[in-house]
């Protein structure tokens, strides 16, 4: 949930520092999924947690079994099965660009996208269940400013970077889809992508 009042105060600062129309899209708390060479599917670095990992996964393929029987015990016979897996939100070579940015977004506990015509920024609330009255201010993660921002898509809603890297940024909610919507459709010639 995000309360009234946290979009509001994000869009003011970020209006306020670029001194342009923003845009300000709250991104979902969802891990992201990368297929980026030396990275894992959860995005931690290759090497790295070995012997915890090793642990990690004798326990998550325990839970994994115990589930599986659950659900085969239980199940109606209807052969609904298990929906594919989601495509990877971060997508590049080895040292993407876009590391730079989902790196930092990663450890965030209320992610805002804010998009301006010549800016574009992460910027963090905290947690957004809170009034908004008594939260700590927001405050600039990642910014980057033409020429150096990424090529933006908002209706595919990627960022691409020259490198080739892609970030796919999913949006908290549904209301989070429709603010985009309503923004590109205020965009007059701008590639809505």
Not at 68 to 78: E, H, P, R, W, Y
Not at 86 to 114: I, T
Request: net charge positive; hydrophobic share 40%; with cysteine.
């Amino acid at each position: 949930m995000v309360r009234p009042g946290f979009r509001e105060r994000v869009e003011e600062m970020m209006r306020g520092q670029w001194r342009e129309p923003v845009v300000a899209l709250r991104l979902s708390d969802d891990k992201l999924r990368f297929d980026v060479p030396g990275r894992r599917r959860d995005g931690t670095v290759e090497g790295q947690g070995v012997v915890r990992r090793f642990f990690w996964n004798i326990l998550r393929g325990a839970g994994r079994a115990a589930f599986l029987v659950f659900a085969v015990m239980n199940s109606d016979g209807s052969g609904g099965g298990a929906k594919g897996e989601r495509a990877a939100d971060v997508q590049g070579p080895a040292n993407a660009m876009a590391l730079d940015l989902v790196d930092r977004l990663r450890k965030l506990g209320g992610a805002w996208l804010v998009f301006s015509p010549s800016c574009v920024a992460v910027v963090d609330t905290g947690s957004t269940i809170a009034d908004p009255a008594g939260a700590p201010p927001p405050r600039i993660v990642w910014q980057a400013r033409t020429p150096q921002t990424p090529e933006i898509k908002f209706r595919a809603r990627t960022l691409t970077w020259p490198d080739g890297s892609r970030f796919t940024f999913p949006l908290y909610s549904r209301t989070e889809a429709q603010h985009l919507r309503q923004y590109c459709d205020s965009l007059p010639g701008r590639d809505q992508g």
